[in-house]
């Protein structure tokens, strides 16, 4: 056994760890000029509020800052010990937390997937905000149908949501984790809510997991844009 998974063991690091993490990304949000799109946002959400938050995986660092003092939010972290690294460091920024994760099989009586869902329709039962990673692990930028049975199940609807600094540093791993760097610019884009009805079938769930995938596609696009200084038509590109 490595070092490293050793380590990463022992409650002592992960607090640790998480409480270092949690330091930088205030640092970077201190140190960074904000923008957010639409202007009018918080407005829009708060008429429907709670709602679903959906975010792409490695694309969730600077999440935590979108969450206003009055507001209660929670968020689904995975069981793996980095997992509890990002559940101390988003407790640690104000989040609640709720651990579990999906499953690229589309089960939900693995990694904890049932008590997770059951525990996030219960949080939004509490006028609680669910924030949840759209794409399951290990295949990014592709919605899965959790998020949307989730929607189905709660009557909330889903906000795609992407945030994005103009210096970064992304890695090399399946889901292109984006470490954001002090000393730029931030960009949080809303995109179109999904409003998913309680009736709909498998079909229609395909359609708006579709739409999910989509509309955070659009949003994490226009996020960079902003932030890279490029015209609409760039982004597009």
């Known amino acids: ?4 998974r050793t380590m990463a063991r022992q409650r002592w690091f992960q607090v640790g760890l998480g409480s270092l993490v949690a330091a930088y990304l205030r640092l970077v949000a201190r140190t960074t000029r904000s923008v957010m799109e639409p202007a009018d946002a918080y407005t829009r959400v708060d008429a429907d509020w709670p709602v679903i938050l959906a975010i792409w995986h490695g694309q969730h660092f600077m999440g935590p800052f979108l969450r206003r003092p009055k507001d209660r939010a929670t968020v689904l972290v995975s069981r793996h010990r980095d997992g509890e690294i990002n559940a101390i460091a988003a407790e640690k920024l104000g989040m609640e937390t709720i651990r579990g994760s999906g499953d690229t099989g589309g089960r939900f009586d693995r990694k904890g997937g049932v008590g997770a869902f059951q525990a996030m329709r219960n949080a939004l039962r509490e006028n609680v905000t669910v924030v949840q990673t759209a794409d399951v692990p290990k295949i990014a930028r592709v919605a899965g149908l959790g998020i949307v049975m989730l929607a189905r199940a ?3 609807p889903i906000y795609p949501v992407a945030v994005a ?4 540093y992304v890695v090399g791993n399946w889901d292109r984790t984006t470490v954001n760097l002090p000393f730029g610019r931030r960009a949080a884009v809303w995109g179109e809510p999904v409003r998913v009805p309680s009736d709909a079938d498998d079909a229609a769930l395909e359609a708006y997991r ?3 995938e989509e509309n955070l596609n659009v949003a994490t696009a226009r996020a960079y844009a902003i932030v890279d200084r490029k015209t609409e038509t760039e982004s597009r590109g």
């Not at 056994?1 to 490293?4: A, P, T």
């Open 154 to 156: 709660s009557g909330r």
């Open 165 to 168: 600094t103009s210096r970064r």
């Open 210 to 212: 579709r739409q999910v």
């Open 1 to 4: 056994m490595s070092v490293w």
